[in-house]
């Protein structure tokens, strides 16, 4: 199994439930984090990554860790100072659409975002609300590009996206799609060595489905527009991730490991969680497990089951247990010999 692994956590695209995968792989096997220095939940997001946002880096003595996961804007000069050049690098992208959706519900008082009543409104006169020069403008226009450390306002030449393309394909491993989450477990359990326990996970930071709207087709093709460079890297690793699959893996063999993977979360689902499914936060009965709220979005989270064996409940928190809980217990067990 790879034990040493650069995660690009890009915004709303299912990385908390990766991120939760990851936590759950580094704690079983005792590897080191990449914290952000205090324990944060961002490496100083949406600063470009320094290796001196690392709790524990230091330039005279690098020290390498196994896992780099939280939020950061790539960089790879500077994340290659704290990871092992072996490293598997990956990240997971989103269908723009539905991700400026999700964005414009969960950052909802970014400066672009706050005064517009509707996404409809933002994009009849995006200019009206949108100032490039603001420190939270990435939130509403090319978020992907920007999380990959690329210029979100560049123009859109097929030069310049040609060279993002071949720029991200030089540094990342796999790129998964979030629209085909588990096929994209699966392609990691294959990249990673891992098995089929390590992969498998609850949906975690998901909104209830009150907040989410069906758009219009003229909307559609708005956001496409305006998220032009984000539009181009999906659809070019969306193809490359199909490609992928055909080539490694097959589609029978994809369709005979996700109905593998789908079973399991299943028998996780109801050894674990009261109910079978996620929650709204106000039935959320243990207070530790429910998640941050953000902006306009109500995250779900779930409830487990009572009177499980100590093993059991154990297994079961972890799966549950969201992204800044987590982080924060792994970050003081990590740093417990610093803070007695």
Known sequence: PKTDIVFLKVHKSASSTVMNV??????????????????????????HFLATFVEGFSPRSPQQFNILCHHMRFLQPEVQKVVSSSAVYFSILRNPVQLMESSFVYYKGASAFSRAHSLEEFLSQPYRYYNPANGDSHYAKNLMTFDFGFNPNGEVSAERVQLMLKAIE???????????FDESMVLLKEVLCWDLDSVVSFPLNSRD??????????????IKNWNRLDWEIY???????????????GRERMQREVKALRERRAELARTCLQGMGSVVPKDIKDSSLRPLQHGNAKILGYNLKQGLDKETEHMCRRLVTPELQYSSALYKKQFAQKHP
Request: hydrophobic fraction near 40%; aromatic fraction near 18%; avoid cysteine.
């Open 209 to 222: 489905s009150s907040t989410k709207f069906p758009l219009p087709a003229t909307i559609t093709e708005k």
């Open 235 to 249: 659809t070019h690793f969306n193809r490359t991730f199909w490609e992928r699959i055909d080539r490694d893996i």
């Open 22 to 47: 990851l936590f759950r792989f580094g704690e079983m096997h005792n590897l080191t984090f990449a914290f952000p220095i205090g324990g944060g939940n961002q490496l100083f997001y949406p600063r």
């Open 170 to 180: 030089a540094s990342f491993d796999l790129l998964l799609i979030s629209e085909y």
